[in-house]
């Protein structure tokens, strides 16, 4: 039987006041991060990426721009950077694909992208075993500008999603929703755990974790399944308290 879970009438009508009240103050703040972005580089004021939240429910989650144009097509060049990676994790071997294997790609047990194919057994194992890329966060990251830097690391950036909160795809407190690749190698029986609990802005793994340059996914994952399984209005308020001081990390990371 599929489980599935709703945000608590008490902590949804909690978010709406907040995000709402935020959203008013907050103007002025937002009108001069939207100027400063906009002298340093060409490009959109808000970033947008689909995310993955409670339920497996995918929304479009909003930030402050702090990176150059077309900054996620630079990931793959940038995967030996990766805080979360390991040295033991293997990759998938890709192999072209030619008009052979297109023709007769329905005999074949194989995982096919734009332009290149792999073996469905390899793929499957590298998604069972290879789980140091779960997450990926770069330490030094070149693709942040330097307004972008800053709201980042005083998590200004973070504030649009006030309005992922008001309008029902968030909480205000909640484990972080994450991107689709990610989200896709979490579907193991260990991981899944954590989508009972809502996305949002801030959680436990944010208050406890965060900035800490030697990043642990596994950590992470327990965390976010913790405050799923656990959660309630005191936990709220006590993670919301330790915020402001988690939000001004010191690592650049």
Same mark, same amino acid.
């Given at each position: 039987?599929?489980?599935?879970?709703?945000?608590?009438?008490?902590?949804?009508?909690?978010?709406?006041?907040?995000?709402?009240?935020?959203?008013?103050?907050?103007?002025?703040?937002?009108?001069?991060?939207?100027?400063?972005?906009?002298?340093?580089? +060409?490009?959109?004021?808000?970033?947008?990426?689909?995310?993955?939240?409670?339920?497996?429910? /995918?929304?479009?989650?909003?930030?402050?721009?702090?990176?150059?144009?077309?900054?996620? %097509?630079?990931?793959?060049?940038?995967?030996?950077?990766?805080?979360?990676?390991?040295?033991?994790?293997?990759?998938?071997?890709?192999?072209?694909?030619?008009?052979?294997?297109?023709?007769?790609?329905?005999?074949?047990?194989?995982?096919?992208?734009?332009?290149?194919?792999?073996?469905?057994?390899?793929?499957?194992? &590298?998604?069972?075993?290879?789980?140091?890329?779960?997450?990926? +966060?770069?330490? &030094?990251?070149?693709?942040?500008?330097?307004?972008?830097?800053?709201?980042?690391?005083?998590?200004?950036?973070?504030?649009? %999603?006030?309005?992922?909160?008001?309008?029902?795809?968030?909480?205000?407190?909640?484990?972080?929703?994450?991107?689709?690749?990610?989200?896709?190698?979490?579907?193991?029986?260990?991981?899944?755990?954590?989508?009972?609990?809502?996305?949002?802005?801030?959680?436990?793994?944010?208050? /406890?974790?965060?900035? +800490?340059?030697?990043?642990?996914?596994?950590?992470?994952?327990?965390?976010?399944?913790?405050?799923?399984?656990?959660?309630?209005?005191?936990?709220?308020?006590?993670?919301?308290?330790?915020?402001?001081?988690?939000?001004?990390?010191?690592?650049?990371?």
């Amino acid at each position: 039987m599929k489980v599935k879970r709703r945000i608590p009438f008490i902590k949804r009508a909690f978010d709406i006041a907040v995000s709402g009240i935020l959203l008013l103050l907050l103007s002025p703040l937002f009108l001069i991060v939207a100027i400063a972005i906009r002298l340093e580089s +060409k490009g959109p004021i808000f970033y947008y990426a689909y995310r993955v939240g409670q339920n497996y429910h /995918t929304f479009k989650f909003y930030k402050f721009r702090s990176m150059r144009q077309n900054a996620d %097509q630079l990931i793959d060049k940038m995967k030996h950077l990766n805080q979360y990676a390991k040295k033991s994790d293997t990759t998938v071997k890709e192999r072209k694909l030619n008009r052979s294997v297109i023709a007769n790609a329905e005999h074949y047990d194989i995982v096919v992208k734009d332009d290149s194919y792999s073996s469905l057994h390899e793929f499957e194992w &590298n998604k069972m075993h290879n789980s140091g890329n779960t997450f990926v +966060k770069f330490k &030094n990251d070149p693709r942040i500008t330097r307004v972008g830097n800053f709201i980042r690391n005083t998590s200004i950036d973070e504030l649009p %999603q006030l309005w992922n909160i008001f309008v029902g795809d968030m909480s205000v407190v909640g484990n972080r929703p994450l991107p689709l690749y990610e989200a896709e190698k979490l579907t193991k029986d260990s991981a899944v755990g954590r989508f009972l609990g809502p996305a949002g802005l801030t959680g436990l793994w944010q208050v /406890t974790e965060r900035g +800490k340059e030697n990043a642990d996914p596994q950590r992470r994952i327990d965390l976010d399944i913790e405050y799923a399984q656990t959660h309630n209005l005191l936990m709220d308020i006590k993670i919301l308290i330790k915020t402001p001081m988690a939000a001004l990390q010191q690592e650049n990371v």
